[in-house]
């Protein structure tokens, strides 16, 4: 079912698809975490329905995001979400494979790469019968390699690729990254709580950077008594309500 919903009181607005991806934590914390500067081009690789464009356009008014996503009634819902917004000259929304470089921008085409990619490998448990919440989830249409690959083609030297995952395939995830000539470079643990293990990993890694990888403190989402941090509320930008 289509939903509306909204950042804040008067802030940008977005239209969602519960069948197809619903606004979701990981792309909340992925979208405060790039560090912005006026002028960006960013790319969002499996964009969805272009929620994390507008939550880091949210942030850094004068950015250019490129959305790619394969999904064709997701990428309905970006071109809708950037009309609404009046963001047609911010956001291009492009259906394409990122396994496919043909059908991707030119390489050396961005300074920032995002990405929420499939967390779970098709043998890992079970995979949703649904056909979008399964490739959002499992990968079934690309791996994790093909996003590293992607990440790292677009990317202009130098540039930083931000993406969220599992804590769990985070030596996989160092592996690959510096297969394709990615290195890690700032890494922050998303923790329930103080106490909790980290449910979450996010990760920035440089185009071309050299070894020297920087431990933030971790990003905890309550307090001891069940309320949500501060921080927390930041990121979902409830100090605007």
Known sequence: MEKLDQLWPDGYRFYFDDTLFQP???????????????????????SGSGLL???????????????????????????????????????????????????????????????????????????????????????????????CTAASRLLTYGGRFCLVFRPERMVELFLLLRKHGLEPKRLRFVHHTVSAAPKLLLLESRKGGHPGLAVEPPLVLRNADGTDTEEYNQIYFRNKA
């Open 53 to 147: 464009g507008l939550l880091l356009l949210a942030r850094q008014e004068e950015l250019s995001v490129t959305n790619v996503e394969l999904q064709r009634a997701a990428c309905n819902l970006s071109r809708r979400n950037a009309a609404l917004n009046g963001l047609g000259h911010r956001i291009i929304t492009v259906e394409a494979d990122l396994r496919s470089p043909a059908q991707l921008p030119p390489a050396g085409s961005f300074d920032l790469v995002v990405s929420n990619p499939p967390y779970f490998p098709p043998d890992a448990g079970l995979v949703s019968p649904d056909a979008a919440r399964g490739a959002a989830r499992s990968e079934i249409c690309c791996t994790l390699a093909d996003v």
């Open 24 to 46: 979701s934590t990981d792309s909340f914390v992925l979208g405060a975490f790039p560090r912005l500067k006026r002028g960006l081009r960013i790319c969002d690789l499996g």
